[in-house]
């Protein structure tokens, strides 16, 4: 791993960090009932601890091995499942997650980041005008609704066309009994023809 | 470091002792409007990491006493600040009276007001009581410093027990191609940029030649050990041209 690049990263995610809770007004306060607790975080496939402190400003990143109120050890592939709090029991089972600490303090974290808004059109309006941004953020919206569906009608089609293929393919007895007929047919046409060659013969 | 005749450098010259702190500071009236600027320019933003690198060695918990020793513009305050929340005190100390404006007036508009302490102090002297500070940090500061040792026990002195120091300094590059290369940068490259962007060569040049006077790893590490400080280490970053030093006082 590159020198100082835990540093970097947590650098550009505290950046990032306080921006987003800028540009949403209702964060801050949200953001007061996490000050002070403190969740470590470190990934299977990069072994660096990123260690997330709660202030009332902002949410602060660094790198290092102290204790904290909750630690997590998960992989990239689980990572993405951690947003869904029912499958949580079962990643732990399947020794896909490690929690040690306060679990409420990474569902507090959880629930922060799920909820934090930003109000882009605000921001966006700073540089183009009101007007400008509204039509802006429409029609983002709009598109991201139209990609939604989208999406949507697509893994609901795959999902058809997969039930439906599962329901006319034939099983493995189908497929056994389909190819004794097949062998059954083929010895049957060799003997017509030894017959039939029998009786050009005579 | 001071001699018997107490003279010390002052990059590659040789000046009486006294002379040094004004030499200095004039070094840093002149460069301290465009410090940061440069500070971007001549490490192409990598100080900053080396700075977050020291937040991360420091251990520092909301609630602490942190003296921020030679702060300058403040990079290395506004990070313990943010960290120490309501309940702690940063307090940022520079000889330099200019370069403590410029930090005062950039932590302000940074929204940084509640917890920032500004005093302007000479590290070998330092105007606080005995067991003061939780962490002290000096950043790019000690190698000004005429006499280290004094600048060294000071700190211990004002250092809690438990308590920790971190130096953050340039030092020396671990492998002889690199001390090429970074001596090529330091002396041609280095000065020329100085000239361009603040129209000062010889503050640059002096930059350079005080790195190359600095104690290298292995001399601080010493020097902070014969100061009280116990279980000092340190930590070679971009291939030794900057070392983090770090010591307990117990």
Redesign the interface.
Known sequence: ML??L???I??VAETAMAKLIAMDPDAKSRLARLA?KQLSFRLKEWPTTVVL?A????I?F???D?SVDCAIVTDMASLRLLRDPSQLTRLIKADALQIDGDIQVAQQYSHFFQQLNPDWQQRLSLYVGDGAAHKISQSLLQWQHYLSQKSQALAQMGGELLQDELSVSPDKAELAQFSRAVSDLAARTDVLQQQLAACRES | MTDKQNTTHFGYKTVAAEQKVSLVANVFHSVAAKYDVMNDLMSLG?H???K??T???S?VR?GQQVLDLAGGTGDITALFS??V??TGKVVLADINASMLNVGRDKLRDLGLVNNIEYVQANAEALPFADNSFDIISIGFGLRNVTDKDAALRSMFRVLKPGGRLLVLEFSKPEQEWLSKVYDLYSFKLLPAMGQLVANDKESYQYLAESIRMHPDQETLKTMMQDAGFAEVSYHN??GGIVALHRGYKF
């Open positions: 020198p100082l835990p540093q970097f947590c650098a002070g402190s202030t009332h400003e902002t602060l660094n790198q290092h102290n | 990598i900053r990491l080396w977050r690198f937040i991360d060695c251990g909301p943010k960290r929340g309501p970053l971009t």
